[in-house]
């Protein structure tokens, strides 16, 4: 069932700021850890990507996600559009989302979020049923979102297996 991206499994490592020890010099302060305004701000752009996900997949149209996804997460949407579409189904996403910022600097976050998918397939064309039976599965998936003129994007994400 459709219902979460996966992307590379690759990870770059954060950079850390370290201190000088000359004394002439201002020691470079660590990054702080992500404020609750800054994880509100990344866990809305995160809801917010899904909720076009969402009907990425419903409407099988892809190009809904494409402000709100880098180039890469956005090919993976097509991917999973297209395999409905092969299938001769849409999908209505259903999920119960617990998203937690674990990693945030002024232009990135992680975001790990442990998913129950209820998401079901519905006819492409009349977008029916309205409700139906999900798995009920559980998916755990890291999300990693940067700040691109100014927006919160979803640049590419993993699911553990």
Not at 3 to 14: E, K, N, Q, R, S
Not at 123 to 138: K, V
């Amino acid at each position: 069932m459709i219902a979460g991206a996966c992307g590379g499994d690759d990870t770059d490592p954060t950079p850390t700021a370290t201190a000088t020890s000359n004394p002439s010099q201002t020691p470079t302060a660590p990054q702080p850890t992500a404020t609750p305004d800054a994880e509100a701000e990344v866990i809305a752009a995160y809801l917010r990507y899904w909720d076009l996900y969402a009907e990425a997949v419903l409407h099988l149209d892809a190009t809904l996600v494409a402000d709100v996804a880098s180039d890469e997460e956005l090919q993976r949407v097509r991917d999973d559009v297209e395999m409905l579409r092969s299938q001769g189904v849409a999908a209505r996403v259903v999920l119960e989302h617990n998203p937690v910022v674990i990693e945030a600097s002024a232009t990135s976050a992680t975001v790990l979020d442990e998913i129950t998918n209820n998401s079901f397939y519905v006819d492409p064309e009349t977008l029916e049923p309205q409700e139906g039976e999900g798995s009920g599965e559980t998916l755990t998936d890291t999300f990693f979102l940067e700040k691109v003129d100014g927006q919160w994007i979803v640049v590419r994400s993993v699911r553990q297996e």
